[in-house]
């Protein structure tokens, strides 16, 4: 509906319009009418009509300079000239005003009623566009966060390259040369979630959005996607400041932070702030801010150049971790497994600071941990095993152990899901057939993964990924192609049918069966019988 605004002093002129326009136009609402320049500007202004026609001799302040004035407080508003004159001693003034159409008096109504049209068409294509462009910045501000995930977990895993920081300095519209990581640390988050999954993750996220949102205002800055007990940010620094300036800037912006952030967090934490790196040691300042979080100092702001030396051991081992570890390792997730490699690594150079040789020690360890949890025995495994020992035996600097293990466990990624998948070859046909075998009796994922002697939690992925179904979805159907035959058969009873499948339940059976196949088995077996298909 468009919004009209009717200038003109005299009034036949504007009777006529009202007239037309009232009768002919079911689309354009008249919102008022000005018999001067002032009280057009005045009324255009209350009222923000979309198209406005325009006289252009009234008395005071002409047509030309209230088009102006209107056009400074509503730019978005569309103007047609109404004039008893020629329209072209004022073709130029008005083009540059953007005058979109002009009458000439005495009035037309075919002239009024396509003119309106006309602006009708490009207001409702104005917005359109205005749409298309508000779903599109929807769209971006929704990946936008996607993407300064994406850079925080390659940071963290110490996988960007300077060649990729060109192509997030674009998308962010920020220079990240340079910067420094910030971490909030939430308290005992990963034990207390035991307690109340639902709720506290709706604390969580409640307490993320809160953190996005305030550090935002406080700073340019990219956030990553929170993981199970803290939230990583990066903020870039100019390369001109110092990294004493840095670390004073940094602590402040962390005591505002914690300022904004009291008022509705449900759980303590505490924020750990790394040092300022060039964008390759970005990584490095990601490490430094956990484990300034980390450490148990009474301190709920922590700059890691503040952490005092300390022999005492600050927690022990994740050694639940090792298992995480090791299952994303076996499951092909090796950026999963990177980022429990990091959590286990700040561990380590938090406990042994200096002690290279228990580093080594425990990064031998946990090689031995992938050796022990796989399924079977994987010869690239053992016959890399000594030289990938050998390689960590013979670095001397924490950096460089932390870089040869990733190394390590990629390559060692790579070939263990080569050699598992020449023994999944062989597993799955041994899987059906055991379904095959025994889809009426009361079976269960577990049951499956022991008869090809598998975890539960492997098999179930290995099934998925090559079958394309869980094995629930894959079961059910397996029964009811089975129920297809023996309902084809007369004799048995829709109850003796669900029997037969291994259900103990004929009403369950019957809406599973329709569910798949779109008939009832009652209908199916009326079809088959008509297909000549039965056999009794």
């Known amino acids: 509906m468009i919004k009209l605004l009717i200038a003109d002093d005299e009034y036949l002129?504007?009777?006529?319009?009202?007239?037309?326009?009232?009768?002919?136009m079911t689309n354009v609402n008249i919102v008022g009418t000005a018999c001067s320049g002032r009280e057009a500007i005045e009324k255009a202004i209350e009222l923000k009509p979309d198209v406005i026609f325009m006289d252009i001799h009234m008395p005071g302040?002409?047509?030309?300079?209230?088009?102006?004035?209107?056009?400074?407080?509503?730019?978005?508003?569309?103007?047609?000239?109404?004039?008893?004159?020629?329209?072209?001693?004022?073709?130029?003034?008005?083009?540059?005003?953007?005058?979109?159409?002009?009458?000439?008096?005495?009035?037309?109504?075919?002239k009024v009623i396509d003119t309106l049209n006309n602006l009708n068409t490009e207001i409702n294509q104005k917005h359109k566009n205005l749409l298309r462009e508000v779903e599109l910045k929807e769209r971006?501000?929704?990946?936008?966060?996607?993407?300064?995930?994406?850079?925080?977990?390659?940071?963290?895993?110490?996988?960007?390259?300077?060649?990729?920081?060109?192509?997030?300095?674009?998308?962010?519209?920020?220079r990240l040369r340079q910067g420094y990581a910030i971490t909030v640390l939430l308290d005992n988050f990963e034990c207390k979630v035991k307690e109340d999954n639902f709720k506290l993750s709706l604390e969580k996220q409640s307490f993320y959005e809160s953190f996005y949102m305030e550090l935002k205002r406080l700073c340019p800055c990219l956030i990553g996607n929170p993981l199970l007990d803290r939230i990583t940010a990066f903020i870039p620094v100019n390369e001109t400041i110092d990294s004493y300036e840095t670390r004073n800037y940094s602590i402040d912006i962390a005591k505002k932070l914690m300022e904004r952030l009291k008022v509705g967090a449900n759980f303590s934490y505490r924020i750990g702030i790394g040092r300022m790196y060039e964008v390759g040691g970005i990584y490095k300042s990601c490490n430094?801010?956990?484990?300034?979080?980390?450490?148990?100092?009474?301190?709920?702001?922590?700059?890691?150049?503040?952490?005092?030396?300390?022999?005492?051991?600050?927690?022990?081992?994740?050694?639940?971790?090792?298992?995480?570890?090791?299952?994303?390792?076996?499951?092909?997730?090796?950026?999963?497994?990177?980022?429990?490699?990091?959590?286990?690594?700040?561990?380590?150079?938090?406990?042994?600071?200096?002690?290279?040789?228990?580093?080594?020690?425990?990064?031998?360890?946990?090689?031995f941990v992938i050796e022990k949890n796989l399924p079977y025995k994987i010869n690239v495994f053992s016959d890399s095993k000594q030289s990938y020992i050998l390689s960590i035996l013979k670095i001397y600097s924490k950096e460089e152990l932390e870089v040869q293990f990733i190394n390590i466990i990629t390559e060692l990624s790579v070939e263990i899901q080569e050699q598992i998948r020449s023994e999944i070859d062989g597993i799955i046909p041994k899987v059906l057939k055991f379904l095959n075998n025994n889809y009426f009796a009361n079976i269960t994922l577990d049951d499956a993964a022991k008869s090809v002697n598998l975890s539960y939690h492997y098999f179930s992925k290995v099934f998925k990924d090559e079958v394309g179904k869980n094995f629930v979805d894959y079961l059910t159907d397996l029964r009811i192609e089975k129920s297809m035959g023996f309902l084809e058969n007369n004799k048995l009873s829709i109850k003796e049918v669900c029997h037969k499948i291994g259900y103990n339940d004929p009403n369950y059976y019957c809406k599973i069966f329709k569910k798949i196949t779109g008939m009832t088995p009652t209908e199916y077996r009326s079809v088959a019988n008509l297909r000549g298909d039965n056999i009794g």
Not at 64 to 78: G, H
Not at 146 to 173: A, K
Not at 313 to 326: G, R
Request: no cysteine; hydrophobic share 45%; aromatic share 10%.
């Open 140 to 174: 971006i501000n929704r990946i936008i966060p996607v993407m300064e995930g994406q850079f925080i977990s390659y940071q963290l895993l110490n996988m960007g390259t300077i060649r990729e920081i060109e192509f997030y300095e674009d998308i962010f519209n920020l």
């Open 61 to 110: 302040i002409d047509g030309m300079e209230a088009i102006r004035q209107i056009k400074a407080a509503n730019s978005n508003a569309l103007f047609v000239i109404i004039t008893a004159y020629e329209f072209f001693d004022y073709a130029k003034e008005a083009i540059n005003m953007g005058v979109s159409e002009y009458l000439l008096k005495p009035i037309n109504k075919g």
């Open 288 to 367: 430094e801010a956990y484990m300034a979080a980390s450490v148990p100092s009474g301190q709920t702001i922590m700059h890691f150049e503040d952490i005092i030396p300390s022999n005492n051991v600050l927690d022990t081992y994740p050694l639940h971790k090792e298992t995480s570890f090791a299952n994303r390792m076996l499951t092909g997730n090796i950026n999963g497994a990177k980022e429990v490699f990091e959590d286990i690594y700040v561990w380590m150079i938090n406990n042994y600071r200096e002690d290279l040789d228990k580093i080594k020690s425990k990064l031998i360890d946990l090689l």
């Open 13 to 24: 002129v504007l009777d006529s319009l009202k007239m037309i326009i009232t009768k002919n």
